[in-house]
């Protein structure tokens, strides 16, 4: 399954009715296009341990700024991955922590307020609401599951595959447009419809490294919300891979606890 754009944290907001299987209307699957996402999703899949640190800015219609400054800790698995993200600036969101775990296809999503003072988990009314006032919702940051959406390949060239995905369950997309690298399978750019056939969002991603072999990374990301004249902007200052990391950093006692010492 495809990890999520953060480690990326985050990272919106976005709410809608349950969207239209494109099976349901007697289309086949688009084997071509899924295996396209898949091995995007391999290839972003090679580290099995990935700790980071960022600096995110948000950007509202007025040109106003704040800036934070994240650190993430990730574990992939054949049947698991987890993510645990922290804020460490400024103070007052500091030790705010969000915990994803997707195991055998099962996804939970909890979150530590320190002011509220316990974990609360994120339940599916929820997964449209924006995490900590950026332009990233709860939904972006989990894992999207080829078994959750119906691909199709919309269009191929020399620069780019165009693949739309269609959701299966609750979201609050319409239906998403993947522009992919033919080279070498990164995500380019993602664009968010509405209901309406309207893009409300944009994801685009830049400054990729290789990191070794097939293994790519973005050290910048932007997500745009169209709609209000928004901007969230995420940029990497570091990652480290494949040091071990405890599997009891993904653990509410860790939430609790605050950023790992």
């Known amino acids: 399954m495809i990890r999520p754009f953060i480690f990326l944290l985050l990272i919106a907001a976005f709410p809608l009715l349950p969207a239209a299987n494109a099976s349901t209307h007697g289309d ?6 899924r295996s396209v996402f898949e091995e995007l999703d391999r290839r972003r899949s090679n580290a099995e341990f990935e700790t980071a640190s960022m600096t995110m800015t948000i950007h509202n219609a007025r040109g106003r700024t704040r800036t934070r400054e994240l650190r993430t800790w990730d574990i992939h698995r054949e049947n698991a991955t987890k993510q645990l993200v922290f804020f460490e600036a400024p103070a007052d969101v500091r030790d705010t922590g969000l915990l994803t775990v997707t195991e055998n296809g099962d996804e939970t999503q909890r979150v530590h307020l320190p002011a509220v003072g316990r974990v609360q988990s994120i339940g599916a009314s ?18 999207q599951n080829p078994d959750n959406f119906d691909f199709t390949e919309m269009d191929r060239d020399s620069e780019r595959i165009l ?20 080279q070498d399978y990164i995500l380019l750019k993602a664009e968010y419809f509405n209901d309406d056939g309207e893009i409300f969002k944009r994801l ?17 990301m932007v997500m745009f919300d169209l709609e209000n004249g928004r901007k969230t902007e995420l940029r990497w200052k570091e990652r ?6 405890p599997d009891d950093f993904f653990t509410d006692r860790q939430l609790r606890r605050g950023i790992p010492r």
């Open 163 to 182: 693949l739309e995905a269609v959701p299966r369950r609750e979201s609050q997309y319409a239906r998403i447009h993947f522009h992919i690298d033919p």
């Open 240 to 245: 480290t891979f494949d040091e071990p990391i």
């Open 28 to 33: 086949p699957p688009d084997d071509s296009a």
């Open 204 to 220: 685009e991603l830049d400054e990729y490294q290789n990191v070794s072999g097939d293994l790519w990374r973005p050290y910048y």
């Open 126 to 143: 929820q997964r449209s609401d924006r995490f900590m006032g950026s332009d990233f919702t709860y939904e972006d940051l989990g894992q």
